[in-house]
């Protein structure tokens, strides 16, 4: 079936490190999103991506989606206490309306 | 800041029981959907529903799980005769019409479902 894989699970960063998470479909989407899950909270919708190569930069937060449409990241400049929680990529597959979530990489900064 | 809201927030059942998960979705969104969350794990898609009926469903939403729109304001999940595997968070979320398969999802606070 359709898989969006997410690697690291986890990562515990140093306040002011950078993060980085990778999202990797078996098939070519449409489009990627991305959220963030606070503990305890509900998938919040951060950003989507639509065009090939695309980039896009949310203050410290910058987004990539592939050349062939089935890689993305998620790249955090100078993390912060803030940015803790997990971050979710989430694609639609071809022409098809449902968004399929990746695993999630929880992250942990330490102050 | 308008929000998807769904009751109850936590549910606590015998398995076998029937149980039903309400949702109201964003008043002039149009496409509705159904997630769980097994504590830890990745969200998963259950159910999307669009025009008053299902437009696309996974394997998990077997014939024990049902979707409907009573009211025009409500969007309801139904599992009939739950399992100990059911026990999950569930979120609903809605999203506005757009063209193509785009636009970002709103999901409720979910409800927490514990199937003992």
């Known amino acids: 079936g359709q898989q969006v894989m997410q690697i690291p699970q986890y990562q515990h960063v140093q306040e002011g490190e950078d993060f980085t998470t990778y999202c990797n479909s078996s098939?070519?989407?449409?489009?990627i999103q991305w959220y963030k899950q606070r503990p305890g909270g509900h998938p919040v919708f951060l950003i989507q991506?639509?065009?090939?190569?695309e980039v896009k930069k949310q203050k410290r937060l910058t987004f990539q989606f592939g050349e062939a449409k089935k890689n993305s990241s998620l790249h955090i400049t100078a993390t912060q206490t803030t940015d803790v929680g997990t971050y979710f990529c989430?694609?639609?597959?071809?022409?098809?309306?449902?968004?399929?979530f990746g695993q999630g990489t929880t992250l942990q900064v330490k102050p | 800041e308008p929000e998807v809201t769904q009751t109850p927030s936590h549910q606590v059942t015998q398995m076998g029981q029937e149980v039903i998960l309400r949702c109201v979705p964003i008043?002039?969104?149009?496409?509705f959907y159904w997630y769980r969350q097994i504590l830890g794990q990745k969200v998963e898609f259950l159910v999307s529903?669009?025009?008053?009926?299902?437009?696309?469903k996974s394997e998990i939403f077997d014939d024990q799980f049902s979707v409907e729109r009573p009211d025009g304001s409500n969007f309801t999940l139904k599992i009939r005769s739950t399992k100990l595997e059911d026990s999950a968070m569930y979120f609903c979320?809605?999203?506005?019409?757009?063209?193509?398969?785009?636009?970002?999802?709103?999901f409720g606070e979910g409800s927490r479902l514990t199937v003992l």
């Open positions: 529903f669009y025009n008053n009926e299902i437009s696309e």
């Open positions: 098939t070519t989407l449409s489009n």
């Open positions: 991506l639509v065009k090939s190569g």
């Open positions: 008043s002039n969104h149009l496409y």
């Open positions: 989430a694609g639609r597959p071809g022409n098809t309306g449902k968004l399929i």
């Open positions: 979320a809605s999203k506005v019409p757009t063209v193509g398969p785009t636009g970002e999802l709103f």
